[in-house]
Every structure is written in C-alpha cells, then in structure tokens.
C-alpha cells in the first residue's frame, strides 16, 4: 500500500464528493430542553463503512452518548464498504475528513498512522480496559491510535433446517465440503449464495481459505511477500483453482457479478441458497429479513483432510480521531463511550462479534456456536491484508475486479494473479 495518501483523477474525486453528499447521515432528535438556550451544541461528525443491515446499534449508541452529554450533537455518516475506502481516502487527502473515522485495524490503520493523519491516544486511561491483542491490532510503531471495537469471524454461514432435512454434516476438509455442495445441488438447492458486483464477497472467501492454506504452511509468507522472496503467483495458485472450481460446478449464485451483497445475503435469509460465505456482523442482518430462519456458521474447510482448520478472526472496526479534528476533546469522550462494556456489548451483539476487553462476558449468539467451539480448539488468523503494509489497490481494487474476470472468463486465475503482482509491484 502506497505510504503517501494521493487523490485520484479529477472525475473520481468529483464522484466521490457527489457519493458522500448523498451518502445517509443520521441523527437523534435531542429533546428541546436539552441544551440551554446559552448553551450551543458541539457537533461531532462521524463516518463509518456500517450501512444499511450492518448498520447494528450505531443509531442507538449514538442516542444514548448524547443523552449522555447533551452538549455534543452526534452526526453519522456511513456507506458501503468498497465506496467508504476510496472516499474517506480522497477525505484525508483533501484535510477534510470527519471528527472521527471508522477504520479497519492494522495495515489500513497503519497507514494513516504513518502519513499523519491521526491522532495518538495511547495516554488516555481507559484504553487500559481492553485485552492487548486488542490493542496491538490499533497501533502503529507503539504507539495506540484507536479503539478496537470488536472480535469478528469470516466463515460459512449455513441454513440449519436445509442440512438436517439433507442428513448433511459440517464438513471438516475440502473434499467434504464439496461432497456437501454437491449434495445440496442434487437436490435443487443453489448451494452458495454470492454477490460479486463490487467483488468483495469474494475477497471475503479468499480471507476464508488463505489461513489454512497459505498461512499454517507458511507462517511468515507476510514477510516473504512484503521483501519480495514470494509472489502471488507461484503460492496462491491452488487456492485460487479451488475456488473457482465451485464456480465451474455450478455451485455459486449464477451471474454473480450481476447480483449485488445485499442482494446475496437476502438470497441466503430467504433460503434460496443454503449457505453463505460471510462475517459474524452479517447475522443481524440475516435475521432482519427472516426471524424464523435457523442458521449457524463452521470455519471455511479449505484444509486437505488430516490438515489444520485455521479460523479466519480479526478486530473488525475501530474509531480513530483525525489528527485536525476542531473537536478533539468531544470525539476522545465519544471513543471513552464506546470502551464501555455496557456499550460495547450492545455493538458486538448488534455484530454477531465478541469483545475485546478484558474479562468481558461474551454472550455468543447460537449461530455461533459451532464457530466459537472451533475458535478456542483451533489456531486463528488475522484478516490476510491486515499484515501487508502495500495493501492498497491490491485488496480494495484489483483483487475483486481480476475476479470479476474470471467469472466472466474475460481472465484466467492465472492472469488474475498476474494482474495482483503487477498492482502489489507499483504499491510497494
């Protein structure tokens, strides 16, 4: 990922303002005697990629901090996530971002660390309250820049009823799993919901499979890559053939890149499809659209049977202040706010995730708990990108289009991966 925040051409920028003009702001309607009349409201402008059925408690947080200081006026702005990466960017870039900015911890965190444009919270008490994983997951050269919110898994979401109708078990290897496909298929069922106009939900389930494939063989590949010694091509090549395999055998939404995520996730509440490959901060959603609908969630199984099932687990958000924020002290009682575990525990179950303070009492949705079971018998890993300090273009671009390629068999895995060095080689 490119170390210096730059601003693209002069029509992206233009789309991106008009994006983020129309982009949902919410706001509470504070009762009138709220506020003196002597009193004026401070108000703290937010932006987060939480939108729509991810929204969860954010709303009703922001409610109760201002019911809880009635002298700051909260205003949340959020979108998409593959549209809230170029745009809160272009944001930095042009000294105009929010009062304080979701983020996702590690190397995107790192790098606005780097380039300046956050501020550093390390001396504030409260952040003693979280485990230091937690921590270490928000901080760059030492230093603390945000609070990290939450502990959310990537896995395969599967429609209960459907698999004790089918007699199906959890598969365990690769070879099961689609043996459970292939099950589901003969009997009319769409096996795998997807959408993939924006291509994320497949970088998703590459973030599913790459801990047991790439990373228990390899524990330092993220070194190896950052210096070079290993390329995309050459180590990604299997996982790649593996999942477009499901693709060829039918085993995906038809047409996926026509069909958007939410879209895809509906497909899976409303059980047209029997499974889904997506984070723990899906299921509110889920259960949004259908509450009668049963469903649970198993590690990705892309292991060869005999090998290790690695979980596929990270800090999921974290609120950063920007470093030229007018309203510093607001937005540091606002990060104060959500370090509280009467507040977080609201947020993480609107997330289906898990907290990340110390001795926190978890209260894990029964979705998962076939996933939390494999949580504390199995290893973990972070999100992929969250080590690759060149990021950048790779995951927030290239790696979904090239995708989109190769569904359209406009590209081979192959050229896919190609194009993914060639974007890594003019980010690093």
Known sequence: MKRVIRIGSLVAVSLLLLVGG???????????????????????????????SELGTIPELNDKFMRENP??????????????????ETRFAAGDAADVVMLHSGAEMSRYAKAGFLMDIGDEDWLNGFTPD?????????????????????????????FDKLGIQIPQDWDAFLAVCKSLKEAGINPIAIGNNDGWMTLAALFTMAPSMIYAKDPDYDRKLLSGEVHFSGTWDEMLDRWFSLDKLKYLTPDSVGISQEQAVRDFATEQSAMMINGSWSLAGIQKMNDDIRVGMFPMPANNKGEELIVSADVGTAWVINKKSKHAQAAKKYL????????????????????????????????????SAALSKSKSYRFLNQGWSSAGDVTATEI????????????????????IDNTWDKNS
């Open 71 to 88: 002298g700051i006026k909260v205003i949340y702005e959020g979108m998409p996530g593959n549209l809230y990466n170029t745009y809160i």
């Open 400 to 419: 979904s289009k090239s995708a989109q390629g190769v569904y359209l068999n406009a590209l081979t895995p192959k050229e896919m991966l190609e194009n």
């Open 134 to 162: 937690a921590l270490k997951a928000v901080s760059y050269e030492g230093q603390v820049y945000g609070t990290p919110n939450d502990m959310v898994i990537l896995g395969v979401y599967y429609n209960q009823l459907i």
């Open 336 to 371: 104060e706010f959500w370090s509280k575990e009467e507040n977080l525990s609201l947020w993480t179950r609107s997330q289906g995730a898990f907290l990340t303070i110390k001795d926190g009492n978890n209260d894990v949705a029964p979705a998962f708990t076939k996933i």
């Open 22 to 52: 129309c982009a949902p702001k919410t706001e509470s309607q504070m009762p009138v005697n709220a506020v003196s009349s002597q009193e004026a409201q401070e108000v703290l402008n937010i932006s987060g990629f939480k939108s729509g």
